[in-house]
């Protein structure tokens, strides 16, 4: 039993060193396939590595010749910029050169020109103001010798006025009528050698009444020869107030030259020359000299009991609101002047200086 027993031991410990020995040759064989597939890997890629390898060499190369080729482009490329740029800039310059030369000699053309111009001008201004100072020189004059006349005019107009006096009433007058005088007259007045003034309403009545004393003293009329004399004298309109006596009884010179004095007094006048000084403007073809004088004379009368200063200012606002040129009148009221004598003075010089200019716009043309 013991033998059989060690046999069966023996038996199992050699059946487990066969079966040991199976494993062992089969790991070999699988160590052995391991290997060789390992082998076989490590050989394809060692052999991809290679393959790897060169083409990064191929392609570093490629890589190497591009930047060759780039580099040399680039250089080649600048090269050929720079010279394009220098061309460029040697062509801009040489145009600019020649610009500059071109609008150099228009500028020198030009200023030649405008040299010649202003010099033209400047020959023609020195020819007008060497006129002009001779018109003021004239102007001056003309000025001067107006003050001394003015300045004389008084004593002249009344000459004038006495020698109209002496002057007066050397024809005779018509026979007055029996309608005139009332039937208890002393006498029938012969005044065959009579000749008083004639009064219409248009004229001063202080005027007709100092040629009519005058007349009457020269003459030496009597009362009935005065009232013939009066009547005879009052034409046109200023007969109507010889309507206002109703009777003939109260026909007496005092009576008429009082209605007269009354109706046509100084009062009548002054409105009259107001209202004519107010509307007064220049007349065509009328000189502003002759303006001047007619607008001093309106203004004398009416103010005449007037201060000077406020003469002098109403003297020129008519002056120049009655002026036909619009240019002197726009000038008069830009430059005003502070007397009548240098507005008269400056509006003439001014109409001269226009009339020398060209033709002009009156203010009172439609």
């Known amino acids: 039993m013991e033998a059989r027993g060690e046999n069966s031991e023996t ?71 720079k ?101 208890n007259l002393p006498k029938v ?28 003293k020269l003459y030496k009329w009597n009362d009935v020869e005065k009232l013939a004399a009066l009547v005879l004298a009052i034409k046109g309109p200023a007969t109507a107030i010889l309507q206002t006596f109703a009777n003939m009884t109260d026909l007496n010179y005092e009576a008429v030259m009082g209605e007269l004095e009354r109706r046509y007094g100084s009062e009548h006048w002054r409105q009259i020359n107001n209202m004519q000084l107010v509307n007064r403007v220049q007349k065509p073809n009328e000189t502003i000299l002759d303006y001047a004088n007619d607008i001093e004379r309106l203004s004398n009368l009416v103010y005449a009991n007037s201060s000077k200063d406020l003469l002098e200012t109403i003297k020129i606002e008519s002056f120049i609101r009655g002026l036909r040129d619009c240019e002197i ?12 004598m240098e507005t008269l003075s400056y509006a003439i010089t001014r109409k001269v200086a226009l009339d020398l200019a060209g033709p002009k716009l009156n203010c009172n043309d439609n």
């Open 83 to 183: 010279e394009r740029v220098q061309d460029s800039a040697t062509l801009l310059e040489e145009r600019i050169q020649q610009n500059a030369l071109v609008m150099g000699e228009r500028a020198y053309a030009d200023l030649a020109k405008w040299r010649l111009n202003l010099s033209v001008h400047l020959k023609k201004l020195e020819e007008r103001l060497l006129h002009i100072e001779a018109i003021n020189g004239q102007l001056s004059a003309r000025q001067e010798k107006l003050e001394r006349d003015c300045q004389k005019s008084h004593p002249k107009v009344e000459n004038e006025i006495q020698a109209t006096d002496r002057n007066v009433n050397r024809h005779s007058i018509n026979v007055c009528g029996n309608e005139i005088l009332d039937n």
């Open 189 to 216: 007045v012969n005044t065959s050698h009579l000749s008083p003034p004639i009064f219409d309403g248009t004229m001063p009545i202080s005027i007709f009444k100092l040629q009519f004393e005058m007349s009457v």
């Open 329 to 340: 009148k726009l000038a008069m009221y830009s430059m005003p002047k502070s007397t009548f």
């Open 11 to 81: 038996y199992e410990f050699s059946d487990m060193v066969s079966k040991n020995d199976n494993e062992l040759q089969a790991l070999a064989v699988f160590d052995n396939e391991t290997r060789t597939a390992v082998s076989m890997g490590m050989t394809t890629l060692l052999s991809a590595i290679a393959g790897v390898q060169e083409s990064l060499i191929q392609n570093t190369a490629q890589v190497d010749d591009i930047q060759q080729r780039i580099a040399d482009d680039i250089v080649k490329n600048s090269a050929q910029l």
